[in-house]
Every structure is written in C-alpha cells, then in structure tokens.
C-alpha cells in the first residue's frame, strides 16, 4: 500500500519531511437523524434532518530523525505555515484521487506544543460532509445555440444532489446607465427519483455596461448581478433552482432575451 499523504491549505504533508505515524480508516459523513419517543410505542422514531453532519477525525504525524537540524527546521516550517490556515481550508489526500474537500484544523494548540517536545502530534480536523470532483468545480461553457434548441446534456456520476452555479452573460443594450433582461431556463433532471422539469423565469432584472452576468448559486442559494470578476452589483429576488440527482439532465433556454453565453460549475459531490 503506498505511503499515506494529505494536503491541508497549500501544504502537502510530506513537503516538510512529516509523514503520516498511521493509515486512516474509512470516514464517511453520517446522516443528520433525530430519534425521539412517542408515547406508547416501543422504540424511537426516526426523523431524517435531510442534511449530513460534519465528519470528525485525525492525523497522527511524526517527523523521523528529530534530531537533526534539517528536521527539526521543517518542523517549525510546519508550525509556522499551519498557524495561518485558520478556518475552512482545502483538505486533499491520496485516498481520494480526483477529490476534494474543506476541513478545518481545531487544535493547533496542542499541534505545535506536542511538535516542539515530542515531535509527533495528533491533528484534529473538521471536515465538511462531501468530496467534491475536482474537474466538476471547473466553469464549463455551454453551446448557446444548442441551449436555444434542444438543450444541452451533463450527466451527475454520482448519488448525491448536485448543487451547480450558473452563470449567464447578457448583452447590455441601450444608451441609459442601467436596462433590464430576463433570465428564462429549465432544468429536465431527477428531482427525487423522478426526472421532470423545472422552469425558472426571471424577467426585469437590471443589469449596466459593466456588470452584465446573472449568476444563480444553488450551494448557497442566492443570485446576483456581477461583473466578469465576479463583483457584485445587485442581488436578485428570484427562485433558486432545486440539487440536481444522478443521472442525466438537460439545460434548456426557455426564452431568448439577450444571453448570449451560458456556462455551468457543476459541483458533482460524493460522500
């Protein structure tokens, strides 16, 4: 089996001469469920929170030959650098290939004292509940003419809803500060296990010269008007559109009012 390795922030483990003192066992996020009792019945029912909780664990790292001064160095090259990745931080490792996901380190503390006596140390993390498809946080741009006609197909690989960010890039028309569009698309796609088709449509959004692109952001559902480095104008008052289920789905524009490009990140997620 090869050797275990992790990259938190912009560090991969072994870039300071630390590796991994024990191979991780197989983590995987939980289901949110509260049990409770009802009166007269044995046992407790089951309700689904419908969301999945964060996955806790940890990392027991050593460097070998403390010693040495090139060892030791390293070491606080990896104090030095952990102590600024605060918070949520990207999380890879080589179990999962292809994948990743954010996590945050929860005590640092402890991290670099035991590192400074012992020169070992037990990282405790906090990671959020699924892997994302590196090649799925890419834009890809759709083919507008084929939006227009018949729709264009992608395909989500995996079980878990899919929360893509989409990204329309209007024309600007007119000699005022400010104009409108609209912003009309569906989505055939399994919603639940059923495919079926949702309609968004968007009429009256004010858009100007500079900030020309309605971006729709399921993950955090919100949509706003920005501008080609993602600054934002406005937001919108608009329906967002529902996760998107295994299998295939079919992007349509509904109504033509200026898009004149289209392009999707489609966040395909996998416990």
Known sequence: MPKYDFKFGQFWLSEFGAVSAEEPSMEIAQRDVTFISI????????????????????????????????VREKEHSLINSYAY???YQDFEDVHH????????????????RNLRTMHTAELSFTRLPFWYLKTGLEEIPLDINALIADGVEIINPFPAAAKPLLRFNVTFTGSAET???????????????????????KPGIRITPTHHF??????????????????IYSYIDMPIPDPIGKGKATIRITVQSKTNA???IPRWRCL
């Open 97 to 112: 290939p292809g994948f990743i996901t954010k996590a945050a380190l929860k005590n640092f503390n402890a991290v670099q």
């Open 262 to 264: 289209m392009s999707i």
């Open 39 to 70: 009166p007269g019945k044995d046992g407790k029912d089951c309700i689904d929170n419908k969301r999945y909780d964060n996955v806790e664990f940890k990392r027991k790292i050593a460097f070998v030959g403390n010693r040495d001064f090139n």
């Open 179 to 201: 104009t409108t569009c609209r912003i009309a698309f569906g989505i055939t796609a399994n919603y639940g296990g059923v495919y079926e088709e949702r309609k968004i449509n």
């Open 85 to 87: 990745l605060q918070g």
């Open 214 to 231: 309605v971006v729709i952001d399921v993950e955090n559902q919100r949509a706003s008007v920005q501008d080609e480095n993602g600054d």
